[in-house]
């Protein structure tokens, strides 16, 4: 990966004897500005723009010896600044800035702490070179703001046992509410938004290695988030869905064990003035760690049919479609035909409760599958469950990358504790080996693992369109959609599963396992391959649906899933978002809205197009508040102004493509 790199040192500050020190810190824009202060603690606070965002706030790390983190004499404080160019790798977009101001305060315990402004944010994380292993009891990551601003909160959703908070799909709706109101008794994941008079602040992480993934809480219902961290587990044992999950009986009373020199994650605060710039940001990517994929030219994002959602749906066949050779045939064959890169095959070619990846059930010949799909062009992906998979990770990727899998889709993790974080990083090494794609679903919200491994290209900690399959009629899914974009996916992409060709209008949904529909309209589900960025993007419906919508299923097979721009044109948290997204010199342009009905003047003066240029518009029908099928697809010339008035229906989209 080449880099563009300027690394200046400003300056270097011996402190031999105090263990005291103030020291302020400026984004290259001068508009952050953070306030570090070092005693019997660090604490830190944070300004924008002169406006106070975070009132100073405790970084610790408690050790199994006593020893706080951030805390005692002051060895040595340096200061510098970087400005470089990450050239990115299945992104959403092809180089990524990272200019920023750091300070790295370095204690006499031989640990430090390096706080970075950008101006974006501010970042800070721990880093120790220690001669022995040792263990961290707890660490105190709190953000003061001081009010009770609202904030956007995910509780976990607590899938298999109410014993152990911390076991959780990581699969929720938001709830806006104020600081102080967040429930006791419950933990957020991040990303957290919290509005402070305007300006949104994102609380995050990043390169989260050989540690806990921080969840989010407010025990003492004050104006403070504190980060949590479940601890490692001490007994484990096999069960939930289909015996595949790892479930905690019991925990140690730590939360991690390190060796001596440690790199900790990043805690981050993003801060935007506009909304739409959270669903740009680049701040997660920027602060993971690069590459560790030396060769990555193997790494094919690309769509997916899928026959799971759909419950294997064909209509038009001779043989009874589910969990065997022809249908699997049958769903290469449409992919062949629509272009479509790959075929999953999801829970069910393997026999059920074995955990053993190599008994095969008797319907499915696997060779035969992969000798069609090769002969068409068409790569094949297995879903594992993690138990599953976890048994013999090498055995298993050796042995199916050598028959020609493409890749695995792994499920059913639902911890993000110090092993299991551990599990994600040695997973996506072995199967990076042995040249294999993985799409993390029933997993943690990603927090950088996709720079380090590019072959890791999803991840799901969304609540997608599965969930449709079973939800009750009163969930929004419209209100998600325009609020997920803001939220979740700064963390990275997701494994959302959109495309579904039965939809509905508010009031009609019903959930339906074998014949399920979506929320909104037919365009709000073509706008979902340019608004959600999955460099691996499913296909949900079947195959005999796609056919009977041959133009909509072909305008989604040709929509790209990695891009070499984004920018976000507008939008508002919980009611609309408007992304455009260029692949080499196309522009994808997608458009949804909440079930609030919604006219938009669509400015597309700020993206390198022509005036006269053709315009490729699918919108809402005139119909589509009565029928959420309904659509138009015209081709006209881009006025010279660059602006497009747009009318989206209730749940509605648009998807447009430029020139």
């Known amino acids: 990966m080449k880099k563009f790199f300027v690394l200046a040192l400003i300056s270097t500050l011996l402190v031999a004897c105090s263990a005291e020190g103030s020291y302020t810190l400026t984004s290259p824009d001068g508009k952050v500005v953070a306030e570090v202060a070092v005693g019997n603690g660090t604490t830190y606070s944070v300004s924008f723009n002169g406006k106070s965002i975070l009132s100073p706030s405790i970084a610790a790390l408690r050790l199994d010896d006593g020893t706080i983190l951030g805390s005692g004499k002051v060895r040595r404080v340096t200061e510098c600044s970087n400005s470089e160019v990450i050239e990115s790798q299945r992104y959403l977009r092809s180089t990524v800035e990272d200019n920023y101001n750091a300070l790295k305060v370095e204690f ?9 402004a950008y101006n974006d944010g501010v970042a800070y994380r721990f880093t120790t070179t220690r001669k022995s292993p040792f263990v961290v009891r707890n660490e105190v990551a709190a953000f003061d703001f001081a009010k009770p601003y609202n904030c956007w909160i995910a509780y976990n959703n607590l899938t298999g046992t109410k014993k152990d908070k911390y076991f959780t799909s990581f699969e929720h709706r938001y709830k806006c509410l104020p600081i102080n109101e967040i429930d006791v008794n419950r933990l957020a994941f991040t990303p957290v938004v919290v509005d402070v008079e305007g300006v949104k602040v994102v609380v995050a992480e990043s390169n989260v290695e050989n540690y806990p993934g921080m969840f989010i809480g407010n025990a003492d219902c004050d104006y403070i988030l504190d980060g949590e961290f479940a601890p490692v587990p001490s007994e484990i044992v096999v069960g939930g869905h289909n015996k595949l999950q790892g479930i905690v009986t019991a925990r140690h009373n730590y939360i991690a064990a390190c060796e001596g020199t440690m790199t900790f994650p990043w805690r981050i605060l993003i801060i935007a003035q506009e909304e739409k710039d959270l669903a740009a940001s680049d701040m997660v990517y920027r602060l993971a760690a690069p590459s ?24 038009d066949v001779d043989f009874k479609p589910g969990v065997n050779t022809a249908t699997y045939k049958a769903y290469i064959d449409f992919a062949a035909e629509y272009g479509v890169e790959y075929v999953i095959l999801d829970e069910g070619w393997a026999t059920k409760y074995k955990n053993d990846l190599f008994d095969i059930v008797p319907e499915i010949d696997l060779q035969a599958i992969l000798d069609h799909a090769e002969a068409k062009g068409v790569g094949i992906i297995l879903w594992a469950g993690y138990n599953a998979f976890n048994n013999d990770i090498e055995r298993v990727c050796e042995h199916y990358s ?22 994600y990083y040695h997973a996506a090494e072995v199967c990076a080996k042995h040249k294999l794609l993985v799409d993390f679903h029933g997993c943690a919200k990603p927090a950088g693992l996709n720079r380090t491994y590019p072959n890791v290209i999803n991840f799901e900690a969304v609540f997608g369109l599965e969930q449709m399959k079973w939800s009750k009629p009163d969930v929004d899914m419209m209100e998600y959609d325009v609020t997920m974009p803001y939220i979740r996916m700064i963390a990275g992409p997701i494994d959302y599963t959109q495309g579904a ?43 005999s649906n796609y056919r009977k919508n041959a133009e909509c299923a072909a305008f989604i097979a040709s929509v790209p899933t990695v891009w070499d721009e984004t920018v976000v044109l507008d939008g508002k948290i919980g009611e609309y978002v ?12 997608g458009g949804m809205t909440s079930w609030t009905p919604r006219t938009l003047d669509v400015d597309l003066s700020k993206l390198d197009i022509a005036a006269g240029a053709t315009v490729e518009l699918f919108c809402d029908g005139k119909q589509a508040d009565d029928d959420a099928t309904s659509y138009v697809h015209n081709t006209f010339a881009l006025p010279e102004s660059k602006v497009l008035t747009i009318n989206m229906a209730p749940g509605g989209g648009f998807m447009i493509l430029l020139p």
């Open 578 to 589: 408007v992304t455009a997204r260029r692949n080499g010199n196309k522009w994808y342009i």
């Open 108 to 116: 006499a315990d031989r640990s430090a702490i390096e706080f970075r």
């Open 501 to 543: 060709m039965l939809n509905t209008v508010k009031g009609e949904y019903r959930p339906n396992n074998k014949k399920p529909m979506s929320q909104g309209t037919r365009c709000h589900q073509l706008a979902a391959y340019a608004v959600f960025f999955s460099p691996l993007s499913m296909l949900c419906d079947s195959p």
């Open 292 to 315: 560790r994929v030396e060769d990555t030219s193997w790494i094919a994002p690309g769509k997916v049919a899928w026959e799971w959602w759909n419950h294997w749906g064909l209509t």
């Open 402 to 423: 050598k028959l020609g899998v493409k890749g695995f889709k792994i499920d059913f993790m639902d911890r993000d504790d110090q092993p299991m974080s551990n599990f």
